[in-house]
């Protein structure tokens, strides 16, 4: 069987009703035969239907033993460095989402937990980052926003070598075109937010873990901590997974089109695409992934956040907003708004130029993307040598 038809027919048909959609359980309790006596569900934040639901099914797509649904993807992170204990260390991707590298930074460093980040695309540097005192190795990729590619089969080695967790942030490919499980990962973690969800309309993260023994340490966080998805939004989730072979897809031909037609263009400098024989790593992105995925970066000749500016202003079918994965085409300028926080000169040398743009590829026609971001960067032709200012309105 096909892996699209195995997902849409591992969503169950509810056996109470043969409703053909998941039922949305709206409750906080449930009713006891007698005290601790039940049907399996006690109180909704240790575990409600619809959430098992869901959890389930991303569990199968991502071929792990067990899943837990989180109220935000950070959520799902803060729960897998819960498994710690200070005085344990990480050793991360150094080009880190911007919200792990804040959770890591301010919250967990002053509980006594530290984080060596390195470029985990070269394996060695892993391996020289493990300390004694290391636990738990967490990559991400490909990253964000320039789309670095690590080995996770090579890196899941290392770890098993080492005895330690390997958690993959697998976000950016999403399971249609990457599961990380299956490449030696302990635990995957996901911004349903983003691909898995589909549809720019709701905020959920997910944790899925290998064996039963780490879900059940994860799910005792989730109660513990209480960060659960709410059964709305376990639905919308639920609701977009059922398309996501259909969509990432989509996201993947329009983003090679999109990615092949910048790279000839006379303005354009650096072009951020694993699906581009050009990419740094995309002889691994071949190897590990299905896909090359929907995001796509890119600089220009004239590297300056005016010239910038320029395109990401003056784009109509490209929304100028952060987040990425939905239906909508999305674009932001990294430099100013998802990397903001980021000193100048860190964020220049994790490659993230001030003239960068990150686009996140709808399903527009592809002919239509390119005629919109065409004219936008006809702008900065016409206006590079009179520097003439625009200045950024949402
Ligand atoms: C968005 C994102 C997150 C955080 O997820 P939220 O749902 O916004 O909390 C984590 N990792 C990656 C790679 C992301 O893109």
Known sequence: MSKATELI????????TGSIG??????????????????????????????E???????????????SAFASGLAAIDAVVKLLESGDEIVAVDDIYGGAFRLFTKIYEKFGIR???????????????????????????????????SDIE????????????????????????????????DIIVHSATKY??????????????????????????????GAVLSPNDSWLVIRGIETLPLRVEKHCKNAQIVAEYLQTHPLVDQ???????????????????????????????????????????????????????GIKSLLCHPANMTHKSVPVEKRRAAGVADSLIRLSIGLEDPEDLIADIDQALQRVHAHTESNNYITASI
């Open 271 to 325: 072009v951020f695409y694993p699906g581009l024989p050009s990419h740094p790593n995309h002889d691994i992105a071949v190897k590990q992934q299905s896909g090359f995925g929907g995001v796509i970066s890119f600089t220009l000749k004239n590297d300056t956040e005016d010239a910038a500016f320029k395109v990401v202003c003056n784009t109509s079918l490209f929304k100028l907003a952060e987040s990425l994965g």
């Open 22 to 51: 998941v039922p949305i359980y709206q409750t906080s309790t449930f009713v006891q035969q007698a005290p601790g006596v039940n049907k399996g569900y006690d109180y909704a934040r240790s575990n409600n239907p619809t959430r």
């Open 154 to 185: 090579a890196i899941a080695k290392v770890a098993k070598q080492n005895n330690l967790l390997l958690c993959v942030d697998n976000t950016f490919a999403s399971p249609a075109l990457q599961q990380p499980i299956l490449l030696g990962a």
């Open 53 to 67: 639901t869901l959890e389930k099914i991303v569990a199968k797509l991502e071929g792990g033993a067990a899943a």
């Open 9 to 16: 027919h591992s969503i169950p048909v509810d056996p109470l």
């Open 115 to 149: 984080v060596n980040y390195v470029d985990t695309t070269d394996v060695t540097n892993v391996i020289d980052a493990i300390t004694p005192k290391t636990k738990l190795i967490w990559l991400e990729t490909p990253t964000n926003p320039t789309l670095k590619i």
């Open 196 to 225: 898995l969800g589909g549809h720019s309309d709701l905020i959920a993260g997910i944790v899925v873990s290998r064996t039963a023994e780490l879900g059940e340490q994860i799910k005792f966080i989730q109660n513990a901590s």
